[in-house]
């Protein structure tokens, strides 16, 4: 479907890596003029218990070698069984250099709202990463638009060092989404 999505204007490709497998990948890599974003669904499968072996810094290396360009790290207060240390311990195994310097974007994506931001970025120290909002965006009062406009605002604010309340002061979109999704009274 890559051809599609290029002809389509489309900028990336998605592909859920491990139902495709490292072959997959890497044969769609040597075919690929868009990034390929690898998304990491059935990972629970593999990492919830200790005696199967799996840990995300052997894993994601696999799949940078296969040709991914962006990964999924899951998210902070997430909706699955991954604590944030293992979040933000993932994003920063993409972040670190590899083969001379070679990086993936680590993209957080599970609940993921306005709220999460500055814990986010003060436990990342960075702003090399995707942050996808299904919900966050959707489920806005105001509708999709206020919701892109909340995370904005947000990671202003998280980049600022403003705590979210006092920033939501002046940004209604920020503060129709913190009243929203129970940060506000």
Not at 26 to 36: S, T
Not at 105 to 126: C, H, I
Not at 155 to 162: L, N, R
Request: one cysteine or more.
């Amino acid at each position: 479907h890559h051809d599609i999505v290029l002809e389509a204007g489309g900028t990336c490709v998605m592909v859920n890596m491990i139902s495709v497998g490292l072959a997959g990948v890497a044969h769609l890599r040597k075919h690929a003029q868009l990034p390929i974003h690898g998304h990491r669904n059935g990972w629970g499968a593999l990492s919830r218990d200790p005696m199967l072996g799996f840990n995300y810094r052997a894993f994601q290396k696999f799949w940078r070698l296969a040709g991914v360009d962006h990964l999924h790290v899951n998210g902070l207060r997430n909706k699955f069984c991954e604590s944030d240390e293992s979040v933000i311990a993932a994003a920063r195994e993409c972040l670190t250099p590899m083969l001379g310097g070679y990086t993936v974007m680590p993209v957080f994506s599970s609940g993921q709202w306005a709220g999460q931001a500055p814990d986010t970025y003060a436990a990342l120290e960075s702003l090399d990463l995707m942050y996808v909002a299904g919900g966050g965006i959707m489920a806005h009062p105001d509708g999709p638009a206020a919701g892109v406009q909340s995370l904005r605002e947000a990671w202003q604010a998280a980049v600022e060092g403003m705590p979210l309340e006092a920033y939501a002061r002046s940004h209604p979109a920020l503060e129709r989404a913190l009243m929203r999704y129970g940060a506000l009274s």
